[in-house]
């Protein structure tokens, strides 16, 4: 009935048991999948309109399942045990009984992961948090399966995260959910191709500092940004031809 009145998609309470996704690269470079990326990514030269209109509440999903069959690579990832659970995702003023605590936690390869929310004191209504805190957090291994179409090399670079995502609820139904704190990027390597012997670009550290900033509102504030030990390089081959032309040229034909 609500969501008749209010003329948009209103869900009190959702609940997803043990989904399973699986999916395959086949030796030849491709995924399964290829076909429905395809159509995601398919750029869309129709105006951006308003938001969509809803309001999702209580939303759970337990023992997930993501099996990733590397067949090129002769390797099988797995995560299991997924569990997910968010008071709500909403873009318009509703008012239901939350009684979902945020919380997301996951078995990959073996090993857990839990990141576990909590109610926290909140004057004008209710509010609970998620901290997504981990360091050191490996991105090399992406580099194995970017299309092989991407002109660049991730030679190495390792992920921090001090965010804190806050799910706000006024007692008028108005929800936000704004999310603060600190994510670092360190020790990045950037080859234009394995061939190059330096990168193209490189930092030992980059710091983004965000200040509170509403996510369904569409809206983030930056702090501050920290770059340290940045270099760029920066080269002309005997065409007169500057490199960064000449890839940003390849990167736009991936689109």
Not at 184 to 212: C, N, Q, R, Y
Request: aromatic residues 6%; negative net charge; glycine residues 6%.
């Amino acid at each position: 009935a609500a969501s008749f009145f209010q003329r948009a998609v209103v869900v009190d309470g959702l609940h997803l048991d043990r989904p399973r996704l699986s999916v395959s690269l086949a030796k030849d470079g491709s995924y399964d999948i290829a076909d429905l990326l395809a159509q995601w990514t398919q750029s869309d030269d129709q105006p951006s309109g308003s938001v969509p209109r809803f309001s999702l509440n209580n939303l759970k999903l337990s023992g997930g399942q993501l099996i990733f069959d590397d067949q090129l690579r002769n390797k099988r990832h797995l995560v299991e045990g997924i569990d997910v659970a968010l008071p709500f995702l909403s873009s318009l003023p509703y008012q239901a009984d939350i009684h979902v605590q945020p919380m997301l936690a996951a078995t990959v390869n073996g090993s857990r992961w839990q990141l576990d929310g909590e109610a926290t004191p909140f004057a004008e209504g209710r509010q609970s948090a998620l901290n997504l805190h981990f360091s050191d957090f490996d991105l090399a291994w992406l580099q194995a399966y970017l299309p092989a179409k991407v002109p660049l090399q991730l030679v190495s670079a390792r992920l921090d995260s001090r965010l804190s995502l806050v799910f706000r609820e006024l007692p008028e139904g108005s929800r936000s959910l704004q999310l603060s704190g600190q994510v670092g990027i360190h020790d990045l390597s950037l080859m234009e191709s394995l061939a190059k012997t330096e990168p193209l670009l490189s930092w030992k550290s980059l710091v983004l500092d965000f200040a509170e900033s509403d996510l369904l509102a569409r809206k983030l504030s930056l702090r501050s940004v920290l770059l340290d030990g940045s270099v760029l390089n920066v080269a002309v081959n005997r065409r007169g031809e500057l490199n960064l032309l000449n890839l940003q040229a390849r990167l736009q034909q991936l689109s």
